[in-house]
């Protein structure tokens, strides 16, 4: 069994700053590529950043610059520092994962989802 949980959503003010994370638990043996993705009010799911075991990242024009991946393999972290934030940023954001457990094919594995809201 493998988990995602995040972490780290809240309220913040416009020009604000969060940051998300995102831990695997259990039978994990590696992590491939980790991203980030958002929900907002009345939207499709769109994928916000990406990042790949060897650290290369993509980012969604609307974010890029703003916000930051990273990943912790060590930890089985990611995060996403999200800077200058705007009120169409508001969201719900998921952490999503291909984690290759000890046993078995590899997982494609979402978190249940953290609440981002920005205010003026």
């Known amino acids: 069994q493998v988990q995602l949980l995040e972490s780290g959503g809240g309220l913040a003010q416009e020009g604000g700053s969060l940051e998300l994370s995102c831990v695997a638990s259990g039978s994990v043996y590696a992590m491939n590529a980790m991203s980030w993705y958002r929900q907002g009010p009345g939207q499709q799911r769109e994928l916000v950043a990406a990042?790949?075991?060897?650290?290369?990242?993509n980012y969604a024009n609307s974010v890029r610059g703003r916000f930051t991946i990273s990943r912790d393999n060590a930890r089985n972290t990611t995060y996403l520092q999200m800077r200058a934030l705007k009120t169409e940023d508001t969201a719900v954001y998921y952490c999503?994962?291909?984690?290759?457990?000890?046993?078995?094919?590899?997982?494609?594995?979402w978190g249940q989802g953290t609440q981002v809201t920005v205010s003026l």
């Open positions: 990042i790949n075991p060897n650290g290369r990242t």
């Open positions: 999503q994962a291909e984690i290759a457990p000890r046993v078995g094919p590899i997982l494609d594995c």
